[in-house]
């Protein structure tokens, strides 16, 4: 059974930074693109970013220029490196395999900015 793994998220002040992994089990890991998604409390899922197959790199205008997104192919992991963080950003941070539609969730991580 694939799944995806998140791992990373917990409880940082304003300004600070974490990076998120999530690993995939799966073989044909590096013919999938790979998202990050978010929800924060009493909200709907929001997309944050995306990176293809061949590493072209995608973001939400909320996380641009604060986020970065990459992949190890050679790990099956994808990572999303996080600068700024603010309180907006709180939410549970989950992988998912697509760029713009997603088929496979793992369980997510969650993120908490608070002072």
């Known amino acids: 059974e694939v799944q995806l793994v998140e791992s990373g998220g917990g409880v940082v002040q304003p300004g600070g930074s974490l990076r998120l992994s999530c690993a995939a089990s799966e073989l044909t890991f590096s013919d999938s693109g790979m998202s990050w998604l978010r929800q924060a409390p009493g909200k709907g899922p929001e997309w944050v970013s995306a990176?293809?197959?061949?590493?072209?790199?995608y973001y939400a205008d909320s996380v641009k220029g604060r986020f970065t997104i990459s992949r190890e192919n050679s790990a099956n992991t994808v990572y999303l490196q996080m600068h700024s963080l603010q309180p907006g950003d709180t939410a549970l941070y989950y992988c998912a395999r697509g760029r713009f539609r997603w088929d496979l969730w793992g369980q997510g991580t969650q993120v908490t900015v608070s002072s």
């Open positions: 990176v293809g197959t061949g590493g072209s790199t």
